[in-house]
């Protein structure tokens, strides 16, 4: 089983930008699906963006096309999410997530394993 834990979030300026970074321990992370999710006070959970076992396939909620990016290294173990031209409207909770399949997955019932989240917060 996979833990994850995320890193980088904080308080920025809109139009700013943040790197998200989610560190996974375990021995088989490249066989694991990696989304991010995020969640705002009242809000419903919703997928930011998922990335495939290689990297090479990549999601991305039509809220963030274009600003955000999600990569992963394998070789390290870790998943990257930049973030930029930040909104007030990207205010919120973001979690690193793991899935155990081969499709990317976009409901966070999909995903197995979840990181504690870390805050992102978006000044106008």
């Known amino acids: 089983q996979v833990q994850l834990v995320e890193s980088g979030g904080g308080l920025v300026q809109a139009g700013g930008s943040l790197r998200l970074s989610c560190a996974a321990s375990?021995?088989?992370?490249?066989?694991?699906?990696m989304g991010w999710f995020r969640q705002a006070p009242g809000k419903e959970r919703e997928i930011v963006a998922a990335?495939?076992?290689?990297?090479?396939?990549?999601y991305y909620a039509d809220s963030v096309k274009g600003r955000f990016t999600l990569t992963r290294d394998n070789a390290k173990n870790t998943v990257y999410l930049q973030m930029n031209s930040l909104k007030p409207e990207d205010t919120a909770v973001y979690y690193c997530?793991?899935?155990?399949?081969?499709?990317?997955?976009?409901?966070?019932?999909?995903?197995?394993?979840w990181g504690q989240g870390t805050q992102v917060t978006v000044s106008s």
């Open positions: 997530a793991a899935r155990q399949a081969y499709g990317l997955g976009y409901g966070s019932h999909d995903y197995n394993a």
């Open positions: 375990g021995r088989t992370f490249s066989n694991y699906v």
């Open positions: 990335i495939n076992r290689s990297g090479g396939i990549t």
